[in-house]
């Protein structure tokens, strides 16, 4: 037998196969609570339509219908069934994509969804790529320059500047933009989706307030990093200061940083409802606010589980980020 073929057919050591198993009792786990997560998300948006006061069929007909009118419409919607059943159906058609339909418009909810989620995509997705290019950046620098307690003037505006923006909601920050931008200095479109000077100021209302925390985090995240004792070897070898921070102090800080960056994003797909509204954006966010002031229950249900879930990937797609950045953490949580 010769040297390869020894080696091509000896038996995983005791070593690779626990290594191999803790990540697979890690994707596991992921899954299971994924799917648990799921599960009383979609019962959640189920019992609304049960629980929130108020008669939608008698909402989308108006009051002047007759009960005749209004019974007709429960049973072409399935609501004159019980519960259990309804729940049944409703469960059985996730799997078929099937949502219902508007009870005002007629339109599937499918469709509706289809129709404006690309839009509300492109807003968060922008704004949370402008956050991290502003925040990982502008926090690595800072802490490049205020290290060992220097300059700080610069640290005091740097904090006192990111808090305060912080602070700011999305709509009452989008008002101000919309107003200064737009309407007095007509720089961009004071609302809709036309081009692509309609998507500076979304995006900047959406972005600021997650940029700053950010690069705060960021900031604390590299200043800790840089007080290891292997960013001082490097610097006693004499490397380049960008090597140093870029190659050997920055992987370590984007841990922090990617954690609460996928917090925020799920916060920053939630803030997409207010600042939609206030652009008029004809996305999922001014598609809620409007289904639920006509009680269009069945719209509202869809468009809940879309951001549930994609709260809940997001969350899923940060853990295994982490893990593989840091594989030390899955393996010891495994």
């Known amino acids: 037998m010769t040297t390869a073929t020894a080696v091509a057919t000896a038996p995983a050591t005791p070593a690779s196969t626990w290594r191999a198993n803790r990540w697979l009792r890690f994707g596991l786990r992921r899954s299971a609570r994924l799917a648990v997560s799921l599960w009383v998300l ?40 019980p519960l259990w059943h309804q729940y049944l159906h409703f469960l059985g058609g996730l799997f078929t994509g099937e949502l219902g339909s508007s009870t005002i418009s007629g339109q599937p909810v499918t ?45 005091l505006a740097f904090t006192s500047g990111s808090v305060l923006l912080a602070a700011v909601p999305e709509f009452l920050l989008a008002v101000v933009l919309a107003y200064v931008f737009a309407v007095r200095l007509g720089w961009f479109p004071v609302a809709g989706r036309q081009g692509p000077g309609s998507y500076v100021l979304p995006v900047l209302a959406l972005a600021a307030g997650p940029a700053s925390v950010l690069a705060r985090i960021g900031r604390v995240e590299m200043l800790s990093v840089l007080s290891h004792d292997y960013v001082r070897t490097a610097r006693a070898k004499r490397l380049p200061p960008r090597r140093v921070y870029v190659r050997h102090a920055l992987p370590n800080a984007l841990t922090a940083t990617l954690t609460l960056g996928g917090l925020l994003l799920s916060a920053l797909v939630a803030g997409t409802v207010l600042v939609e509204n206030v652009f008029a954006w004809p996305g999922l966010g001014s598609t809620i606010v409007q289904s639920i002031l006509q009680k269009d229950y069945p719209v509202v249900q869809g468009i809940v589980l879309v951001y549930g879930t994609g709260v809940l990937v997001v969350n899923l797609l940060v853990d295994v980020a982490l893990a593989l950045l840091d594989p030390r953490s899955a393996i010891r949580e495994a």
């Open 42 to 81: 979609v019962t959640a948006a189920f019992l609304m339509i049960h629980l929130v006061p108020g008669d939608p069929v008698r909402a989308a007909l108006g009051m002047t219908a007759s009960p005749g009118m209004v019974a007709a419409r429960r049973a072409e919607l399935g609501l004159d069934t």
């Open 111 to 155: 469709q509706t969804i289809g129709d404006r989620l690309p839009a509300t995509l492109q807003l968060a997705g922008l704004a949370f790529v402008l956050a991290l290019v502003i925040a990982v950046p502008l926090g690595t620098a800072m802490a490049a320059l205020t290290r060992g307690g220097r300059r700080r003037g610069a640290e």
